[in-house]
């Protein structure tokens, strides 16, 4: 049921369906993206994104290739998760510009997050080296495309598809990442996405980061591939806590 308290505004660009999901009457600096896991979709996601409004971040959430009122795959066989995961990814990538235009149109913020859940939190992570993205919440996500291309049976995918894969990989991105305000969080139970993965990509950003503040992992006990509210919680804990730095 909607919010009150929020503004929804349902929209279709350039054939994507996305809703943006704004706080009544306060001006916000910060806005985000948010990107749904794969088998979701963007009106499955609305209420994380209502939970981010109405800590006063308003929030685009958009379909995804083949979700929603995309289109679909068949999510639950592996073999079609293997081949279309990484190209969903790899779209997600390419529409960021128009999705971040149409928020900064809409709501006039002046810094921009991109957060999600699983294939959304690899996107949160993909899109840390863009350099119209000022921080990241992944949850659930991994940085390690390297081990994500084990793990998904890369001889499924097109040659250029792997090559993509590897030439988007956050972890040779790194350098582009070291001011950015970034949150990973991970359940510990995790069997779809190897919180290690994420863990080997936070200590290589541990490397390079000059923000210690600005940079948080958290591996969550007890929890599967799920977002929770604890996990929410320790995300607008991280959110707020960058607004407060920014005042300082």
Known sequence: MPSKDLN????????????????????AKTGIIYYHG??????????R???????????LIADGMGH???????????DETGRYLPVVLLQNLR??????????????VEELFVSGHSMGGMTAC?????????????????????????EVSPELMAAEVREALLEQNPMGKLPAMEEKAICLING?????????SQEAFYHELL???????????????????????????????FLQAQSMEGKN
């Open 49 to 59: 994104g209502e939970l981010f409004a109405l800590y006063g971040y308003p929030v």
């Open 68 to 78: 929603g009122e995309r289109g679909s795959y068949n999510y639950d066989d592996v």
């Open 126 to 150: 993909g899109l840390l080296s863009h350099p119209q993205v000022d921080g990241a919440v992944a949850f659930n996500g991994t940085g390690d495309w390297g081990r994500l291309l084990k």
């Open 95 to 108: 529409e960021f510009p128009m999705l971040r235009e149409v928020l900064m149109e809409e709501t006039g």
């Open 207 to 237: 490397k390079v980061h000059r923000r210690p503040e600005a940079l948080r992992f958290e591996l969550v006990e007890y929890t599967p591939h799920l977002v929770t509210t604890n996990m929410f919680e320790l995300a607008i804990d």
């Open 8 to 27: 929804y505004t349902h929209k279709t660009v350039e054939g994507i369906p996305m809703t943006l999901i704004a706080p009544k009457g306060r001006r």
């Open 188 to 196: 510990e139970l995790d069997e779809s996405v190897d919180p290690k």
């Open 38 to 47: 794969w088998g979701s979709s963007g009106a499955s996601s609305r209420f």
